[in-house]
């Protein structure tokens, strides 16, 4: 068999019970309107960072579970306690500086939320914009957010396009869920 040549094409030879099936059938892609499960997402990939997503995807409901289910005012208030707490965790990723990353961004996600109404609205108010210009946004406001990281958020919340092949039957169910004025985004 060939090589998969897009994320699709490595999921559709997968098992249907591997986690990349479920992730990529229910989530990638689809636009996420929550502020706490946005951050949640922006969170997960920032964990990736060195690490397969897999790994991320087998640890996810753990991530939940020690982050007070990414309710961003709980974790914007974790102290050196709770960050002990966290490294001792071996259901997540132990990593002291993507943890204190994780609580200064909840912290800043607040400040926008003060803003700008919600993080979502945020998000909105800077779209459309090139790959480039979005790493910039998220370099100058979160911490832990390279361009590698900023691109598959994006892509994962629907932000930017390359989530799904346009063969693949879940594209057309992500560009459904997306506002009209999204839809045509070429970006």
């Avoid at 591997?18 to 990529?24: A, G, I, K, Q, S």
Wanted: aromatic share 12%; hydrophobic share 35%.
């Amino acid at each position: 068999m060939d090589k998969p040549k897009s994320y699709c094409e490595a999921v559709w030879q997968m098992d249907k019970n591997n986690v990349h099936v479920h992730y990529h059938d229910k989530e990638y892609g689809f636009p996420i309107h929550d502020d706490n499960h946005l951050f949640a997402r922006l969170v997960l990939e920032i964990n990736q960072a060195g690490l397969s997503w897999t790994t991320i995807l087998n640890k996810k409901d753990n991530f939940f579970e020690a982050f007070d289910n990414f309710e961003i005012g709980k974790v914007a208030s974790y102290n050196e306690k709770k960050i002990l707490k966290l490294l001792q965790n071996e259901g997540i990723i132990r990593n002291r500086l993507k943890i204190e990353s994780v609580i200064a961004n909840a912290k800043r996600i607040k400040t926008i939320q003060k803003e700008s109404g919600s993080f979502e609205n945020w998000l909105n108010s800077h779209h459309p914009r090139t790959r480039e210009e979005w790493v910039n946004i998220f370099k100058s406001q979160f911490r832990f957010t390279g361009g590698e990281i900023v691109n598959e958020f994006l892509q994962s919340t629907g932000y930017l396009r390359g989530a799904h092949i346009e063969s693949c039957p879940i594209f057309k169910k992500v560009l459904q869920r997306k506002p009209a004025w999204a839809r045509k985004e070429k970006t």
